[in-house]
């Protein structure tokens, strides 16, 4: 190790792991001359810095990106499980969105049998339309949402699990309903 590293290390040690800028700041106070590459490389062979670093998930070269050109041109579509606070027997949400104008259709359930969801979809048929196309979960890939989605030709994409950014506008509006219960709970 050189001087100029045990010199830094005392520093780091005296000033109780500052932040990069607060920490060159102070060296420079004491009368030391790092560049901040010298300060960069310093604090990134630090433990702190090691294990608070923010770990980004890697950007895949292309999303499969759900366009919708207009109004009831394309429809998400998911099932909130909500058991662990069921209220009256309620226990599902049936979440479906409009993609292109965010309008949300949501029902709460006592179950999530075939012929529940099949109103649901109908109902959400009524007040958006008819859509060309519903994206949804694997759980929606019965014989019975699809002799539906047949007769009203309505085209169907099923997500795959392993996929990163399934059907995400419907997800993020399960956060949000999920984050509202939670608030009307701690009341």
């Not at 759980?139 to 309505?154: C, G, P, Q, V």
């Not at 169907?156 to 997800?171: L, Q």
């Given at each position: 190790m050189t001087t100029h590293y045990i010199l830094m290390e005392q520093l780091y040690e005296k000033y109780g792991y500052p932040s990069r800028d607060k920490f060159a700041y102070r060296l420079r106070r004491e009368g030391h001359n790092y560049t901040m590459k010298e300060i960069n490389e310093f604090l990134a062979k630090q433990y702190a810095a090691q294990v608070m670093?923010?770990?980004?998930?890697?950007?895949?070269?292309?999303?499969?990106?759900?366009?919708?050109?207009?109004?009831?041109?394309?429809?998400?579509?998911d099932l909130i499980v909500y058991d662990r606070f069921k209220s009256n027997f309620y226990q599902y949400i049936f979440m479906c969105i409009d993609v292109y104008s965010r309008y949300l259709y949501a029902k709460a359930l006592t179950n999530r049998r075939m012929d529940t969801l099949l109103t649901c979809f109908y109902d959400a048929f009524n007040k958006f339309g008819v859509p060309e196309n519903i994206n949804c979960d694997?759980?929606?890939?019965?014989?019975?949402?699809?002799?539906?989605?047949?007769?009203?030709?309505?085209?169907?994409?099923?997500?795959?699990?392993?996929?990163?950014?399934?059907?995400?506008?419907?997800?993020?509006?399960?956060?949000?309903?999920?984050?509202?219960?939670?608030?009307?709970?701690?009341?």
């Open positions: 670093k923010q770990t980004k998930k890697p950007k895949p070269e292309e999303y499969s990106t759900v366009v919708s050109s207009e109004v009831g041109g394309s429809f998400q579509v694997n759980e929606f890939n019965k014989n019975e949402i699809h002799t539906m989605a047949d007769s009203l030709d309505i085209k169907m994409w099923f997500s795959d699990p392993e996929e990163i950014n399934k059907n995400a506008v419907v997800e993020r509006c399960n956060r949000t309903i999920a984050q509202m219960a939670a608030s009307y709970r701690s009341i």
